[in-house]
């Protein structure tokens, strides 16, 4: 870490990466002014706390925003950095959504002037990180962008750095993780190393915005490629009667082997979406990383169908009982253990997928989470003991990890019940 002479840096999109990230820039002393378009977040913010959950992320924004390093706003003002980091969804057929980055990078092209720098952080298809310059030069044609070839004059500096962090983690991994940093020139490079010392202790790499693009893409599709292998395990398994964490803790002590642990599915806005995007530019080619996607977004579908079997195995059971008076309490719904993300978990699909199709009672156990807008009840650990017949084990939260259940009726995607 070094002292930068950025001043002022933006930071617009507040959510699990940009708010970390910009509390961090203004832990060294920094002048941080985040955007984001949710006033709820700003509000949140500016009174000094925080509106996610992640460990020790509301001491950093208390201690920042007591300091006056750090203050939130709904409108971009000028500042000498810009940092990027807005959701990148799907649409359609797969394909990567980046009209969030268009809106944040017009936002913000008024207020840009000549030295500054702008890096998107949000994970992006190929290219991206060339369009945001295209789109400055829409908004802002007195200022000259920066090209790959590093010819002609330039009044801006662009960038590509991707956030490779582990949610739960974030605070620290920001701090000590290396960083892939890739500039439309090397100009841009250089600029946006400068400004990620301020509190990196791991290694900035400079490298180009394509491949630094493609790297997160990768990082996340190796980690797909993964989970599919042990998703696809565990349902082989089923079918022969093997109980497959045995089976990967066997197969583990092979010295050059590590199978990961099986699961519902894959969730979160990183691995369940980032490889569509390498497959969206190359469909033809990346036939390994499309299994793996389909592989993995079938494993939900798998284990609706096993709590459906296994209702029907307490109703043959359990002849005087209706199907509206069985309770299913399924366990979990965040994406991973011990965070309150939900964005695409396999866990609040299959929850509510077996609401809308299970004819029963169903209820639902998240300890990171106090309400929900779904519909079906969230209640505690003690009212799903009390009340359930079946138990669904979707997510290893380490509430759920302090007990076994003694009931027969136990549908678990995770292997720490059974």
Known sequence: MQETSFKTVSVIGLGYIGLPTAAMFASRKVNVI??????????????????IVEPDLDMLVGAAVTAGYLRATTTPEPADAFLIAVPTPLKGDHEPDLSYIEAATKAIAPVLKKGDLVVLESTSPVGATEQVAEWISEESPDLAVPSRDSKGRSDLYIAHCPERVLPGQVVRELVENDRVIGGINQESSQKAVELYQAFVKGDCIITNARTAEMAKLTENSYRDVNIAFANELSVICDELDINVSDLISLSNRHPRVNILQPGPGVGGHCIAVDPWFIVSKTPEK??????????????????????????????AEYPNKKREEVTVACFGLAFKPDIDDLRESPALHITQELVNTLGCKVIAVEPNIKIIKEDFELVNLDAAFTTADIYVLLVDHYQFKRFKPSVAHIVDTKGIWL
């Open 286 to 315: 990346a036939k390994l990383i499309r299994q793996a996607r389909e592989t993995n977004n079938s494993k939900p579908g798998w284990v609706i169908n096993k709590v459906r079997k296994k209702v029907e195995q307490f109703l």
């Open 34 to 51: 985040g955007v984001d378009v949710n006033q709820h977040a700003v509000d949140t913010i500016n009174e000094g706390h925080v509106h």
